[in-house]
Nanobody, 123 residues
Framework: VQLQASGGGLVQAGGSLRLSCAAS????????VGWFRQAPGKEREFVAA????????VYADSVKGRFTISRDNAKNTVSLQMNSLKPEDTAVYYC?????????????????WGQGTQVTVSS
């Protein structure tokens, strides 16, 4: 499966962005799909994930209440709505798919990765 992430950009603190992850080559129906982010000099960290079947979601504590992950069955996409953005949310955001219905928060458990999209939040 090929993943294409989009929707990043530059926004002021307190603003919102919506990221999208589109899949091609195969549907998401048997996967868990996650968003990760990596800031310069830091390790890639888990942001949120959704189990395609059933829609179970998991969030990192740092984004709970501000970010919402959702899926669109018809478009075979997963979105990440990011509200109340903070400068510390600045990073390259990656979508990834795990070839299992379980939700994992570690990058190594994900089999497919998109190319990343830059999110910059100015103070």
């Amino acid at each position: 499966v090929q993943l294409q992430a989009s929707g990043g950009g530059l926004v002021q603190a307190g603003g919102s962005l919506r990221l999208s992850c589109a899949a091609s080559g195969r549907t998401f129906s048997a996967y868990a799909v996650g968003w990760f982010r990596q800031a310069p000099g830091k390790e890639r960290e888990f942001v949120a994930a959704i189990r395609w079947s059933g829609g179970t979601t998991v969030y990192a504590d740092s984004v709970k209440g501000r970010f919402t992950i959702s899926r669109d069955n018809a478009k075979n996409t997963v979105s990440l709505q990011m509200n109340s953005l903070k400068p510390e949310d600045t990073a390259v955001y990656y979508c990834a798919a795990s070839n299992t219905i379980r939700i994992f928060t570690t990058p190594i458990k994900y089999d497919y990765w998109g190319q990343g999209t830059q999110v910059t939040v100015s103070s």
